[in-house]
């Protein structure tokens, strides 16, 4: 090791992210030979160490993660690794409890009894599994290791004249209190963000008029008793954080899904309690997230990518090309959902494709990068669908994000009917998982996305393609087809909509405040109907993630000092942009100050690597029963390993 005989870090953050660089400290240092030499870690947060700020314990069990309890670990399981000291998966900690179960409330004992593997599991289970990792961790803490938590806020850190030349930070709390230390780790997750010109004049239209207005929070952060009974209530965003304030205002209140019966539309019924707010839903497309397939793992296991592959990723490398999204690597991804779509439907519905052997020699040789360089071989495969497919059978790509696309409606009434054959036509495809033709082009879609955070991570792609492409079209394309929730809200979601607690607004909805009648409005032009008005609004969004933008005094004081700087990158027409992100320096992820060079000792891991990263906020993936690992799905206890061994002075792993 290269440092000095008494290191000192500071972790500011400490949910699973600084938990991480906290376990990969202790593995390392235990690890190596360490007689002469001491290790102090200062952990900074004002919540409990191990959930952080996002995954209490005591939250509601009502929220529940978007991963199936098989996905998510804190503890690495890569042999190049220095062995962990204490902790494995949730998946090994939900089978150890279900057998001991010490130490756990009525409430975890009575979910890890219902819980299988491919169920999703509470975010406070998954707050109690942290908090168990975190705990065995402090057991087994080795010599020479002395670990102090702060239960408050950092506000400032500031370099120290004459440190060595790796850094020295005179760190700040909101307690008054003040610690030294050679390195910095910022695992800040997420933070309370100014909000744009709108929601501002939202909020201060509520104050003056008496409204209710919800800005963007973590929904375990709000108060929902606040929100009356049985008045009407406008809920903007109808992403992941809908289903948890939809959740909230229904089960929450005291309502029940029950089974519908034989006869019913549907498989569940609402029986509501009658404290219930009539809820009026709005987005852009209109429509819910597409639900989760019911599979087997966490990627189909009859989508194999063909031309979205890591290997395709390393040609690209290797001949010393930076790719972009649209014209190199949404092309192959393309192609990987086409096949994905048609070799399902030929098996799920042959009378859809009558001669299917020749059909589907004929998409291969289409489908080959190289093999159709003149033209364009996505008219050449539709030509080749339009003569062998029936027409209600083919695949419109796009068109899946925008189901009601193109459509006018008399009423919300109208409208209300639409999306609920729109949920129950989800929801069974996602009961059908692998037999259904649409769920497995999102599926290829979804497995390319690992495929994609490793391109991005590693060789990085063109500025304008970042700014225009991947985040200008495709995130949101492909969040609201593979990032939603599990097939039960969707079924539900109808349920409530059938028993009139909640209806909807329409695609491309505007929003206003009617001073005049004292309410907030929208209204969608693809509805022809009175706008829906209510004196309560939610934002059902969480705070933006732009470092740009953060009202945490700690990264403003960063900035504002020029020890870190927003990345900016170059839009197509050479205009700069400022990005979500800090600008970091790989590997480890050392920060970047606003002269452009390095800030000695200072590293970041999380949501602020959202511009050298894609796809920030995803726990790490355990190791897969069936062998298919992504290089990216344990990329950031990788990170945490590079960020640790670098600040004991360790070489990085081979």
Sequence with gaps: MGKSQNIRVGLIGAGPRGTSVLERLLANWAATETEARSLHIDVVDPYPAGPGHVWQPEQSRLYLMNTQSFYPTLIPEDEQLAPPLAGGSFEQWRAKQRSAG?????????????????DFPSRALYGRYLRSTLEELLERVPAGVEIAFHRCHAVAARPLPGGPAGGRFDVELDDGGRLTVDSLVLSLGHLESRLNPEQ????????????????????????????????????????????DVMGQLTEGRGGQFVAAGDGLPGKLKYL??????KIIAASRRGTPYRAKAGLDGYYPKSVRLRYLTESAIERFAAAG????????????????????????????????????????????????????????????????????????RRLDLLGLAAPLAARSFASRKE???????????????????????VKMAIGALHTGRAVLKSAVADGGITDESWVGELRGWFESFVEGLASGPPALRAEQLAALARAGVVSFVGPDPRFNVDRGRGVFRAVSAWVHDDAAEARTL???????????????????????DGLVRPKVMMSAEGIPVQTSGLDVEPHPYRLVGANGSLTPGMYALGLQLSSAQWGTAIAAEARPSDGRAYRSGQRTLRDADEIARDMLGLPPQK
């Design 102 to 118: 010490a130490g756990l409330s009525a409430e975890e004992q009575a979910e890890l009894a219902a819980l299988a593997s491919h």
């Design 200 to 243: 501002r004049s939202f909020r201060e239209a509520a104050a003056e008029l008496g409204l209710l207005y919800f800005p963007p929070a973590a929904p375990a952060d709000v108060d929902w008793a606040l929100v009356p009974d049985k008045e009407t209530v406008l809920v903007r965003g109808m992403g992941l954080n809908f289903f």
């Design 272 to 277: 509501p309690s009658g404290r219930e707010p």
């Design 321 to 392: 090309i930076q790719p972009g999204f649209d014209h190199d690597l949404w092309p192959l991804l393309h192609r990987d959902a086409l096949w994905a779509y048609y070799s399902t439907l030929v098996v799920a519905e042959p009378v859809a494709v009558p001669e299917s052997t020749e059909f589907l020699a004929a998409l291969e040789d289409l489908l080959q990068p190289h093999a159709h360089a003149t033209g364009r071989w996505e008219n050449q495969v539709a030509e080749l669908v339009a003569t062998h497919v029936a027409a209600s």
């Design 415 to 437: 409208l209300d009917a639409a999306v609920v054959d729109y949920l129950d036509d989800d929801a069974r495809r996602s009961a059908l998982g692998e037999a259904d033709p």
């Design 538 to 560: 939610i934002e059902a969004m969480s705070p933006a993630n732009r470092v740009g933008s953060s009202l945490s005094p700690f990264l403003r004081q960063l900035l504002a």
